[in-house]
């Protein structure tokens, strides 16, 4: 007998939610108890009294999935809305990395110039190393990070993704 | 205004909420809970024997009366001891708070003398839960908890209350009617989505009624709505295990359980249905079979209180998201409002009749050894002649047998546990129905392996003097299991056998209860009545056929029209693929 894989697509999922202990156990506890998948997952405080927080989760399945995923997050007490931003869209996301390259000579020139060509910043420096900030889809990192490695990655790190609708009105 | 300790609020919040009774055990981190008890008389506490008891107790008490059940344990072992039950009324929605007490905040994370996380512990296994860190939180939390409890889905919420904060004082004063800021369940279906569910009903030929727990849940109300629709509509009825007796099983358009071990003519009416209307059910893998051969030819109207069972197994083509009875009470209205009459279902009853006169729930007759589905015939008939019966059962072939062969009228009579399948549920939650239904003939029906997993309880009832009865199915098998070896595994009877089973009735009699052995089907009748007369507790070990099957079946990956009815049609091996189901 052999297990069957299942068709998957990717869906950018926001969430408010009030901001009290053990809510991040709770929503990330839900996904490994169901089985559902975690790519990305952010989360901080919006609101000026640090009562709500916005989680933004990466998260892929079959769409019978995704549906379920978001009844499932939905009916957590202290989740105020949960918004497919994926099913909803347009919307924006971005993604901030830190990436720490090094080398002389030659490679670093190449490394200062895909910068530019990729829009990242140079936030910190020696002779022999730089450290880049960059944003932006999920894709537009990973294609950097992977320049970024033939030239001289160290190391990379990422804060996931967050998202919003775009237009005037809120998620 | 005069400040408390956490634990005197604790004791007044449960008074200003109606609570009556407390199923406990103390221990170490909840003595000040205890020692408020001591002063508030107004507040009964069950002594259980262990915890797990109690939270059972706690749900038999729930389903039984309709208010929501408490449990009250110590941190650490009583908390984990705990968890089975909590998960228990989780799996099967039933209202209940368990408070825990916990280590002092200081010393949470230390590893400290009977500490365990236990917020971390039950989060998924609780609907919601806290640990209250002050005590001037405690009030709101507790009336929170009690809301979440019992309103929406109802369900288990834990309140963790390290032991400092039992003894630190607030200010206590009842809080005021609240919103909360995030939890707000739909009660009240969408008009539009009531109109298309009239129109799918009126239209239908072949419809079917598929009820289950949520019309329990949803109060006695529903279960007259239930009644009512069924009568203006003339379409059959079917329920899960959890629903029975919503629906009168004595009524003319019953057609039995559906599922595993449901009836032929239930599950082939399912199965040639034009429509399906599901009531507060959820199509557990236990009532729909296979997948992809559940129900092809039916629309399926799904009426649930909890957005997320809606498309979970099987897709419906209409969501009716709403409390039950509010939702049949907007049906009723519109079918009467639209002048709607009962379509021409003869043909439909017609095919009906064939499949019931299959006669599915025959067994062989003995005289020489008692069938168990004989045994709970016969305590059906007996019964019947008190005022009012509450059935409980453990989990295995008695269960099956039990809720095939005793008929339930009324909702909140029948006390099992369907989701989770918990061996151990049936005792306690007998005490617990016992306790709120002092009047009543509450009989547990047991297997005599699940028994022995909560039978330390029989001290519990022997304290409390509540005059509940176990009624053990003896075929010294794990009876389920076996069968499953028999039909799967070419009956290697792997680990099956109940050895070293106590002397009942000796075990009675330790207790100061009355024990009594039924051991042939003479015996049979006159056994169960002296069970009924007796005031006090009593056990009854009958020793019936030890290898009788529980049929009907659907096997694991069949379809509804692939019921197994007897032996005879048993293979004794399974596919791989059948084998890896649950």
């Known amino acids: 007998m052999h297990i069957q894989e299942e068709y998957s697509e990717r869906h950018v999922l926001s969430l408010t939610v009030s901001n009290e202990a053990g809510i991040l156990a709770r929503i990330a506890g839900l996904f490994t108890a169901r089985g559902y998948n975690i790519d990305s997952l952010t989360v901080a405080d919006i609101t000026p009294d640090h009562a709500i927080s916005r989680i933004t989760i990466v998260t892929s399945g079959p769409p019978k999935v995704i549906d379920q995923i978001i009844a499932q997050l939905d009916r957590l007490v202290p989740v105020h809305k949960v918004t497919d931003l994926t099913d909803n869209g347009p919307f924006v996301e971005r993604e901030l990395a830190l990436v720490k390259v090094a080398g002389v ?13 990729f829009r990242a910043k140079v936030v910190d420096t020696t002779i022999e190393s730089f450290i880049f900030e960059i944003t932006g889809t999920t894709d537009k990192i990973d294609n950097f990070v992977a320049l970024m490695r033939q030239i001289g990655l160290v190391e990379v790190g990422r804060t996931g993704v967050v998202g919003l609708i775009r237009g005037k009105e809120p998620n | 205004m005069a400040e408390k300790s956490g634990a005197d609020i604790l004791v007044e919040c449960l008074i200003d909420l109606g609570v009556e009774v407390v199923f406990g055990y103390p221990g170490g981190a909840v003595l000040p809970i205890y020692d408020a008890l001591f002063n508030h008389p107004k507040i009964r506490h069950v002594l259980v024997r262990h915890e797990q008891g109690a939270t059972h107790m706690a749900e038999g008490y729930a389903r039984s009366t309709g208010k929501p059940g408490v449990v009250l344990v110590t941190s650490g072992p009583g908390a984990t001891n705990a968890v089975t039950g909590i998960t228990d009324a989780l799996m099967d929605s039933i209202p209940m708070v368990v408070i825990t007490g916990q280590v002092p905040t200081q010393l949470i994370g230390t590893d400290a003398f009977q500490e365990a996380d236990t917020v971390g512990i039950t989060r998924h296994c609780t609907k919601h839960n806290y640990l209250v860190k002050s005590p001037n939180k405690l009030a709101s939390v507790i009336h929170e908890a009690f809301h979440i409890a019992t309103t929406g889905r109802p369900g288990p919420v834990v309140i963790d209350i390290p032991k400092n904060v039992q003894i630190a004082t607030a200010p206590y004063e009842k809080p005021e009617t609240f919103e909360h800021a995030s939890y707000r369940p739909q009660t009240k279906a969408d008009p539009a989505a009531i109109a298309s569910a009239v129109e799918m009903l009126a239209a239908a030929r ?68 034009d429509l399906i209307v599901c009531v507060g059910a959820r199509f557990d893998d236990r009532v729909t079979g296979r997948l992809d051969a559940f ?73 020489e050894e008692i069938m168990p589905q004989e ?81 330390q309880e029989m001290g519990t009832a022997t304290q409390y003097r509540l005059p509940v009865k176990i009624f053990i199915l003896n075929n010294e098998y794990m009876g389920m299991v076996r069968q499953w070896q028999e039909l799967t595994y070419e009956s290697r009877y792997s680990n099956s056998y109940s050895d070293s089973l106590p002397d009942f009735v000796k075990l009675a009699e330790a207790y100061g209860w009355t024990g009594i052995r039924i051991e042939g089907p003479q015996e049979l009748e006159a056994g169960i009545r002296q069970m009924i007369d007796t005031p006090g507790p009593v056990i009854v070990d009958c020793r019936v056929a030890k290898l009788s099957n529980c049929f009907p079946m659907i096997p694991s990956g069949a379809a509804h029209t692939e019921m197994l009815l007897d032996p005879s049609q048993v293979e004794g091996i399974m596919s791989d693929e059948a084998k890896a189901l649950v």
């Not at chain 2, 079917?208 to 949520?214: L, R, S």
């Not at chain 2, 639209?338 to 043909?347: I, M, V, W």
């Open chain 1, 105 to 117: 000579g030659e490679d670093r020139i190449e490394a200062l110039r895909l910068a530019d060509v």
């Open chain 2, 375 to 455: 045994a709970i015939a016969q305590l059906y008939k007996a019964s019947r002649s008190a005022k009012d019966v509450i059935i409980t059962t453990e989990v295995g072939q008695h269960q099956m047998w039990a809720a095939q062969h005793f008929g339930f009228d009324e909702p909140n009579k029948w006390l099992t546990s369907g989701g989770l399948g918990t061996m151990g549920y049936g005792f306690p939650a007998a005490i617990g129905a016992q306790v709120g239904n002092p009047d009543s003939l509450v009989v547990c029906v047991a297997g005599d392996a699940s028994i022995q997993m909560n039978i």
């Open chain 2, 206 to 273: 072949r419809p079917i009624f598929y009820t289950g727990g949520g019309v329990i849940n949803s109060g006695p109300e529903a279960s007259t709505l239930l009644r009512e629709i069924a009568a203006l509509t003339g379409a059959p009825v079917t329920s899960t295990l959890m629903g029975l007796g919503a629906y009168p099983a004595s009524a003319p358009q019953w057609v039995g359980m559906l599922g595993m071990h449901g009836t032929y003519e239930a599950n082939w009416a399912m199965n040639k249905a």
């Open chain 2, 295 to 367: 129900a092809p030819n039916a629309k399926k109207i799904h009426i649930d209180i909890d957005r997320s069972s809606i498309n979970k197994t099987v897709e419906v083509d209409l969501p009716v998201i709403a409390d039950v009875a509010s939702a049949l009470t907007d049906m009723i209205a519109l079918w009467k409002d639209r002048g709607h009459k009962a379509a021409d279902l003869s043909e439909w009853w017609a095919r009906i009749d064939g499949w019931r006169a299959r006669n599915c729930l025959a067994y062989p007759d003995s005289h």
